[in-house]
């Protein structure tokens, strides 16, 4: 399957784990969209995102993804350390400037 650069760093930075690397896929003004909450900022995905790493490890299996001008959205088996594990879930991209600009995850 073919991915956009910032898709695949997007997959490869949470499977790492890497919460910095994680934030620099998004743009300064990006909005996140999960579990009923929205986070504001590099600053509020980042905090999101390491709360979520030690929580939850969680890991990313990309099964299908499909982009139409600047909107993609990402099929993935995302396991961790949550009831369910694992679970699918779509992950809808919105990009600015080959970044992520809005991120909402569905279940």
Known sequence: MELPKV????????????????????????????????????????????????????????LNYEQSGSNGVLTSKVSGTFPGSPIVLKFHLEFKNELIASLKVTG
């Open 7 to 62: 898709v695949g760093r997007f997959i490869e930075t949470q499977n790492n784990y890497d919460s910095k690397a994680y934030t620099d896929c998004f743009t300064v003004t990006a909005i996140v969209h999960d579990e009923g909450r929205i986070h504001n900022g590099k600053e509020e995905i980042r905090q999101w995102i390491e709360h979520a790493n030690e929580i939850y490890r969680s890991s990313m299996e990309p």
